[in-house]
């Protein structure tokens, strides 16, 4: 999730956790610093595009590693305030302000490597967004609640119904996101596409509007599903994914990262004498978050030269026109798109 998110859920958990032993203040600033403090990595600069993006949500998202920190961090906070009968407690807040971070993060599509130092396996549900209004103005609500109300105990129940109604709302994504996989399944086999490889993530900023990938040899096929639609049949687009150019440089390191982290959800395009390799999970035909300008194909024993990142943004006024009416169940192309406008 987004970053200010992270801070929302660390301070809201940091004041449930704490109740009324500290400050409410106190429990909130050390929760919230608890909750950013692993997404500093994005500070680090591993000398190439393709390696920030898969280094991101590496070791500093590693559930083990964050429990352990909490216990210098607790022992820190609570020297400060001057509450050394309370480490206990601090450490309970700290380590699941801590925790929770990489536990949200999985909710995303992006991919953390939570089981760190074990396996720099990548692992993301993708049942969220990584902005979703729905989910942090609660949060921000009971941090708001926690830090003005003056009588405590009240705070405290804002913040709790907070914290636990967008905990409710991670668990109605991933009901809603196993609905329109099975919805999506039965659309690709009426229109004889395979369903085997399938990716199903929300739209910008909700839960109701979904979009669906589905994997075809030299092509991935495109749709969107609105709960509006009702039981109306996914209509989804072909596009080329670059299977044989895959194939013929199945060697290149960087393709082999990329395609590792994208569990295979990645195009690949030649653009002139250069290849360009684009993830196919974060954006949306044709507008992607990421994409890697990873040099010409090698030759045997070339080494490969570091990637370029490149990027196409959608128009931010055509995307929200276009996400207003595909939330109503108009069936309407993506701007950018054969039909769309931009």
Partial sequence: MDSVTQVLL??????????????????????GVAGLLPDLDVLIDHGDPVLNMIRHRAET????????????????????HRQ????????WAIALALVTHPLLDLMTVYGT???????????????????????????????????RIKRTGQALRINAWALAFSTAYLAWSALAQAWVTQHARESL???????????????????????????????FHEGFYAFMDGDRAIRFVAHARGAALAAENAQHPQL??????????????????????????????????????????????????????????????????WLGQRLMGRDVPPPGTAGGSD
């Fill in 189 to 219: 086999q009426a229109q004889g596409l395979p369903s085997q490889q399938l990716l199903v993530t929300p739209a910008p900023f909700n839960t109701v509007l979904w979009r669906v990938v589905a994997m075809d040899g030299e092509r």
């Fill in 113 to 147: 490597q939570v089981f760190q130092p074990f396996t720099d396996e990548a692992y993301g549900l993708g049942s969220i967004f990584i902005v979703d209004p729905v989910y942090s103005l609660p949060l921000l609500a009971g941090v708001i609640a926690a830090l």
């Fill in 10 to 31: 660390g301070a809201s958990v940091g004041v449930a956790v704490m109740g009324r032993r500290t400050a409410l203040w106190k429990s909130a600033l050390w929760g």
């Fill in 84 to 91: 050394p009968q309370l480490y206990g407690r601090w450490w």
């Fill in 61 to 80: 998202h590693a559930l083990l590693l964050l429990t352990l920190f909490a216990f210098p961090m607790a022992w820190g906070v609570s020297r400060i």
């Fill in 256 to 321: 082999q990262r990329l395609s590792r982290f994208t569990d295979g959800f990645f195009k690949i395009q030649r653009d002139e004498d250069r290849l360009v390799v684009t993830d196919l999970r974060m954006g949306q035909e044709p507008a992607y978050v990421f994409a890697f300008d990873i040099g010409p194909p090698l030759a045997a024993g070339q080494s490969h030269e570091p990637a370029k990142q490149q990027a196409r943004r959608m128009d931010v006024g055509a995307g929200l026109k």
